[in-house]
Structures are given as C-alpha cells and as structure tokens.
C-alpha cells in the first residue's frame, strides 16, 4: 500500500490506527510554524489542529505519513476540492518534513509522488510570512513543471501556486 520513492524514502496513507502518530507529527509542524505566525496552546499544552480527525470521516480528505530508512520523517494533508466551474483539484493543506530530513531530497521526493498520485490541477498555498516555505514550493513545483506554474498572491498577502501533474498513460 505504501510507495517507496528511493531506497529510503516513502509515502503511505495513514490508517485510523496512525492517527496518534500524525497528532504527535502535527505538534512538530505547528511548533516550527509558530516562527510565522501567532499560534498558542492549548490548556493541555498541545496544539490544535481542528481538522485531523476529518481525515479520517470525509472522503475527499487524506492522511499521509512520510518516513526515511523506515523512521518517520513528516506528513501531509490532501485535499480533493472543487473549484466554482466544477472542476476537480488536489490541494496541499498540510506538509511536513522534519529539519533532520529537510535539504536532502526527502521533501520534493515525497511531493512529487502526492502530484503523481493525484493528476490534474494542483493548489499550493504559503502564508505571507514564510518565506522559507515559499522558496521550497516553488523549487519544488518549478522543477516538477519545469517552471510551467502560475503563482498569485491572495488574500492577507498568502502566496497560491497553481499548476498541473500530468495523467500518466500506463503500458499495455
């Protein structure tokens, strides 16, 4: 079920049972994301993330897990949305490499597969303050494309990078 990318990296959907595993990954993401934007606590001293037991009861959201030499390295959040002319897109709500994974491959390594696994148009979205984040998609979405992307600023200043992940035609 999971997909090996290399020799070390791979991406595989989160079962139910993983859930806890993404909880505890989501606490990471959200304490490196405090760098960029006000995020608090809660009285349990965890961070919120009001959408991850959706993952799990609505269809057109997925769970997966990204792990290095067989240790968990990150996660991401896909969403499957319709625009207003009906047309389908996948959108990259969340993504996670841990910094021990980041600069080696592992982050554009396990982007590529989600835009293969999902062909058709693509939203990537950054908020206005994370630069970091920005550099990294549109490396990652430029050398996925060959720089053939359009990027826009929308609301509060966020940055959207809309592109295609071609359908691949299987032999035979």
Do not use: C
């Not at 934007?37 to 769970?63: A, F, N």
Request: hydrophobic residues 40%; without cysteine; negative net charge.
């Amino acid at each position: 079920m999971g997909e090996h990318l290399s020799e070390s990296v791979e991406v595989r959907r989160a079962s139910i049972g993983e859930k806890l595993i993404l909880r505890h990954l989501i606490q990471l993401y959200s304490y490196d994301f405090t760098e960029f934007e006000e995020i608090e606590m809660d009285e349990h001293g965890l961070y919120r993330y009001d959408y991850l037991d959706h993952y799990w009861t609505e269809e057109e959201r997925m769970p997966f897990l990204v792990r290095v030499g067989g240790n968990l390295a990150g996660f991401a959040l896909v969403k499957r949305e319709v625009k207003d002319d009906g047309s389908p897109y996948s959108f990259m709500a969340e993504f996670f490499v841990m910094k021990k994974y980041r600069g080696k491959g592992m982050g554009q390594a396990a982007a590529f597969y989600l835009f293969e696994l999902f062909p058709g148009e693509w939203q990537v979205s950054e908020i206005a303050t994370n630069y970091p984040a920005q550099a990294f998609w549109r490396k990652i979405i430029g050398r996925y494309t060959g720089g053939n992307f359009e990027e826009s600023v929308i609301e509060d200043g966020n940055v959207l990078q809309v592109f295609t992940s071609p359908q691949k035609i299987s032999a035979g």
